[in-house]
């Protein structure tokens, strides 16, 4: 009689128990080595526009970020003259703007004279002065817009200048000077002190990222970068519950630029961004102070339809220089057509 006997189970070493262990390893090694092959192919296409976080970060608290605004919050007096000024008005864009000399001159708690011309012709654009919530402004050239304006800082004026651009339009023309008032120029450079210490202002600060192109040298077309700052927001509390707590200024600092302070935003009542100042270009303008000070600012009115860019020459930067009486006097000395904002207009 023939008897088989079947083993329930295979020995451990048996050649039959490797043989699918080796094939399912070949097929594993095989799958990784496609795989590995196929994340190089990854690696080596870069999508450049995925923007990227500027590094490394500057650190500093809220102490070290507003020591930068003590220059422009002690400041008494400031004369700058021959400063580069370009005026450009936002709907005429291109087609339409002002590249001249300007003397600025302002003195605490609000008073600025400003001067625009274009010294190598001679010819003045706009004189202006603004004092104790007042402004004067003589609009002198284009011959279409020459008028002595006077009216209220705080003031909406947006229906009048709403109509002087449609009188222009029909000319391709709009006046950014027209637009322009002196104490718009004067928190750029001569701020309010941060008042710390009363009840009324509570200070925040956090971080806001800002997504923007590259420009750095060496930076790959369509290159994309998330750039950091330290915001500090000034905030007004309604006391006793009277209303809604409101923001009345913000400022921002560059943490990939040293923490610098940057950019100065302000706000109405309504909470309205009235004006944004960018500040660039930091140097020693003037011998006797020991201060760098912004050599670049560029003032923004986005609801007033312009922006302008003062440039500061190093040897023409007075801080806190005697100023005469008269220097905030401004007369209709060229009698032309006074224009009170305040007034209503005369109809027949």
């Known amino acids: 009689m023939f008897q088989a006997d079947y083993p329930l189970q295979e020995a451990p070493n048996s050649p039959a128990r490797k043989r699918p262990s080796r094939i399912v390893l070949a097929v594993l090694t095989l799958a990784l080595s496609v795989f590995s092959a196929s994340c190089a192919g990854l690696v080596k296409t870069t999508d450049y526009t995925i923007p990227k976080l500027l590094s490394p970060l500057a650190k500093a ?4 970020l507003t020591k930068q ?4 919050t002690e400041l008494k007096s400031f004369r700058a003259s021959q400063a580069s000024m370009l005026l450009i008005d936002a709907a005429a864009s291109e087609r339409y703007r002002y590249e001249a000399d300007s003397t600025l001159i302002l003195q605490r708690p609000d008073r600025i004279r400003m001067l625009i ?15 104790s919530n007042h402004f004067k402004v003589a609009v002198l050239n284009p011959q279409e817009f020459r008028q002595f304006l006077l009216g209220t800082n705080d003031a909406d004026y947006s229906e009048w200048l709403s109509k002087l651009r449609g009188k222009a339009r029909g000319n391709e023309k709009e006046s950014a000077i027209a637009s322009a008032r002196p104490f718009h120029f004067t928190e750029a450079l001569m701020m309010r002190p941060l008042q710390v210490n009363d009840p009324r202002f509570v200070f925040g600060i956090e971080e806001a990222l800002v997504e923007e192109a590259d420009t750095r040298p060496g930076a790959k077309k369509g290159a994309r970068l998330i750039r950091s700052f330290y ?11 009277q209303g809604p707590s ?7 600092f560059d943490r990939g630029n040293d923490a610098r302070f940057t950019r100065q935003q302000i706000f109405d009542q309504q909470g309205q961004l009235t004006t944004e100042v960018q500040y660039s270009d930091f140097k020693k303008l003037n011998s006797d102070d020991s201060h760098i000070w912004p050599s670049v600012i560029l003032v923004n009115r986005p609801h007033d339809g312009y922006s302008a860019r003062l440039t500061f020459n190093a040897d023409q930067f007075e801080i806190n220089p005697e100023l005469k009486p008269t220097t905030f006097t401004l007369e209709n000395t060229e009698n032309l057509k006074v224009t009170d904002l305040d007034k209503p207009e005369n109809k027949p």
Request: glycine share 4%; charged share 30%; net charge negative.
């Open 61 to 64: 608290n809220f102490d070290d």
């Open 69 to 72: 605004l003590q220059p422009f």
């Open 117 to 131: 011309q274009k010294s190598a012709i001679g010819t003045k654009f706009a004189d202006m002065v603004s004092e």
């Open 231 to 241: 915001v500090i927001s000034e905030v007004e509390v309604s006391l006793e519950g």
């Open 246 to 252: 409101r923001v009345p200024r913000r400022f921002w």
